[in-house]
């Protein structure tokens, strides 16, 4: 059951050396994290930005497989890929877009109900509907193959 509202969140940040710290939540396994390579970052940190559309993708996939267990609509496959557009603009450097490509494996009998499903955890995913830029859903909904029964 889930916990009453308001629920808290918190994560720690130690800084190790230059703009490269560690991000830690225990009990969670922490994470490496700094710039992305276009500010002058090392491309195996995590940076700000991935964090965000990570946050984005796994929001969608939690928040659509909440749903679709209420549903009782069994998921074959899913996958998905988050991609940001950071730009100059009046207002800063922002992100101005975020698309979300989701490929769902599901029966025949169920593509059309699970395409739905999608939609609706887009409209309650708590993260995308807090962030400023429209983020857009894009998906696709294949039946499974009849020897993966």
Not at 124 to 145: E, F, G, Y
Request: hydrophobic fraction near 40%.
């Amino acid at each position: 059951m889930a916990a009453p509202f308001p629920h808290h969140y918190e994560v720690d940040l130690a800084w190790e050396a230059d703009r490269h710290g560690t991000l830690m939540a225990p009990p969670r396994p922490s994470l490496a994290g700094g710039p992305p390579p276009e500010f002058d970052g090392r491309p195996e940190r995590w940076s700000p930005e991935h964090l965000l559309l990570s946050s984005v993708n796994l929001c969608q996939m939690t928040t659509f497989l909440a749903l679709a267990g209420k549903a009782r609509l069994p998921i074959a496959g899913y996958r998905s890929r988050a991609e940001g557009t950071l730009d100059k603009t009046e207002a800063g450097i922002v992100f101005t877009s975020i698309a979300m490509r989701v490929e769902l494996q599901v029966a025949a009998a169920e593509v059309e109900r699970a395409e739905q499903l999608l939609h609706t955890s887009k409209k309650h995913c708590i993260v995308s509907n807090s962030l400023k830029p429209p983020v857009t859903l894009d998906v696709s909904v294949t039946a499974k193959r009849r020897e993966n029964v």
